[in-house]
């Protein structure tokens, strides 16, 4: 597994789910519940996972999509 996104912003991790959903690409999200032990103020960033074999895929979809390389890794 590879990690695809990192951020705190909400609206991006779900415009990306649903870019990826849109190829068929099952992404993974790691720290979704970190928030809670956080206090709920959006410090800790989020991950989204990919499997190995379509991250290449995933990555190029989201530069189409407009994804800032800055977001991903």
Same mark, same amino acid.
């Given at each position: 597994?590879?990690? /695809? #996104?990192?951020?705190? &912003? @909400?609206? #991006? @991790? %779900? =415009?990306?789910k649903h870019a990826l959903s849109e190829v068929d690409i099952a $992404? =993974?999200? /790691? &720290? $979704?519940?970190?928030s809670v032990l956080e206090g709920s103020i959006? @410090? #800790?960033p989020?991950? /989204?996972m990919v499997i190995d074999e379509?991250?290449?895929? %995933?990555? &190029?979809?989201? @530069?189409e999509n407009g994804i800032e390389a800055q977001f991903l890794t």
């Open positions: 597994m590879k990690e /695809l #996104l990192r951020t705190n &912003d @909400i609206t #991006l @991790i %779900a =415009f990306t $992404v =993974f999200e /790691l &720290d $979704v519940n970190m959006g @410090i #800790l989020q991950r /989204l379509e991250y290449e895929i %995933a990555y &190029d979809t989201m @530069i």
